[in-house]
């Protein structure tokens, strides 16, 4: 009596005949290997779902029964994980499609960055939503590179700090990713009677200089308080003083005195004090 070996590529391509053995005799499975693109041939098995071959490439088959075998396929996904300016646990995990799989599942790391809201991984480093969380699992069909998406939202408050009025009180960016800053344009500064000439924004409300102009961006990493700061220009008053009849001399002719500038909404004083001549 005769037996067949009947051989499923299950999924590969070639062509592979049918081997026959005889009664009580050995026969050797077949010594053509098949092909399936990306897939690395294990052997033949006797279910098409095995993950491991029960027989190579002309291994020596004995039993007395018609049997089909079918290429046993197995592919290595490999997945890439990128901080992308966060920390993660570790930046690479594989796992194996077999056969008719359509992917394979691999262990997400997990992000940690501090006083930032972590969100998950994406293909594209610049996102800002998840296609896989962190510390959970994702399904996988091809070699793939994740990035961490994180991000963190700066608030800046302006203070008027005496000036008449601001164009707003409070302003917010957020920090995405590698990005370690984010900007935020001053608002624009009114200044008050009292102190008419805008300075700029300081982040000291006694300040007198101009840390930040208006209407500029500037480049944050983390919440800030900014005050208006305005200015009064100083002021010198010039007196010219005459003989008067019968007076032979006198000790000037002119003299002065400075009223000092004056900032963020402080009256300027109204006088100033000079010594007459003799």
Known sequence: DGYTITYNLNGGTGSISSTTKIQDLSTNITSTIPTKDGYEFLGWGV???DT?????????????ENITL?????????????GNGASIDKTSATCDMYNADTNCTVTVPTITRESFTITGFNTDSSATTAQVLSGKTAAVSANTTYYAIT????????????????????????????ATTCNITSPSITASSATPTVVGWDSTS???????????????????????????????HSITYAKSTGVSA??????SCNIA????????SASCNVTLPT
């Open 151 to 178: 991000s963190k939202q700066i608030t800046v408050t302006f203070n008027k700090n005496g000036a008449s009025a601001i164009g707003s009180t409070e302003q917010k960016c957020t920090i995405q990713n590698s």
């Open 206 to 236: 006694s300040y007198t200089s101009n840390e930040w102009a208006v209407n500029t961006p500037k480049a944050f990493s983390s919440n800030a308080t900014y005050y208006a700061i305005t200015k009064k220009d100083a002021v010198t």
């Open 261 to 268: 500038e004056t900032y963020n909404g402080n009256s300027q």
């Open 47 to 49: 279910s098409s779902t």
């Open 250 to 255: 006198i000790g000037a002719t002119s003299g």
């Open 52 to 64: 491991t071959a029960d027989y190579s490439s002309n291994a020596t088959y004995t039993a007395n």
């Open 70 to 82: 079918y290429a046993i396929w197995k592919k290595t996904i490999t997945v890439t994980f990128v």
